[in-house]
């Protein structure tokens, strides 16, 4: 039996996300990062996330808070928006939407994710919430005005 992978790609897990979470492969493109990031939260992979994190960004205590994170939290769905190139080659931009349950509260993020390639390994660094217009179309991925849908 075929599992769909949690990064709501379409694809078949074991052809899309698993061969990061494993070890098997690195992600060759920052959405590809993204998208194995947003995996390795939906199946309470602490290893995956340390490791694709930027070693300037990681804490000594990140391990225990993503763990203990991990018991409240159902990851629902992903749509990434946009992908860019950032100021050099080495840096991209990945915009994305993401619902999850916490609590029996659905809520969700949204944030433009800035990643670092180093020694052709891409890295997560930081991301900042990006401002939605009323009328812009909803980034859920819904086909309606954030004003109607999640605004």
Same mark, same amino acid.
């Given at each position: ?6 990064? #709501? *790609?379409?694809?078949?897990? %074991? ?40 070693? *300037? ?11 203990? %994170? ?16 950032? *100021? ?24 433009? *994710? ?23 179309? #909803? ?9 109607? #849908?999640?605004?």
């Amino acid at each position: 039996m075929t599992e769909t992978c949690p990064c #709501c *790609s379409g694809k078949q897990y %074991s052809l899309c996300c698993a061969p990061y979470l494993t070890g098997d492969a690195l992600p060759e493109t920052a959405e590809q990062l993204m998208r194995s990031r947003y995996t390795a939260y939906a199946r309470q992979n602490v290893e995956w996330l340390i490791a694709s994190w930027h070693p *300037s960004q990681r804490i000594p205590e990140m391990a225990q808070r993503l763990s203990e %994170s991990f018991a409240a939290t159902e990851w629902l769905s992903l749509n990434v928006t946009c992908c860019n190139h950032g *100021s050099h080659e080495n840096e991209a931009f990945v915009t994305f939407f993401a619902r999850y349950r916490e609590n029996s509260q659905i809520r969700a993020i949204h944030e433009r *994710s800035r990643f670092l390639r180093e020694d052709h390994r891409w890295y997560y660094v930081d991301g900042i919430a990006p401002q939605v217009g009323r009328n812009d179309r #909803c980034p859920c991925g819904a086909d309606k005005k954030y004003k109607k #849908c999640c605004g």
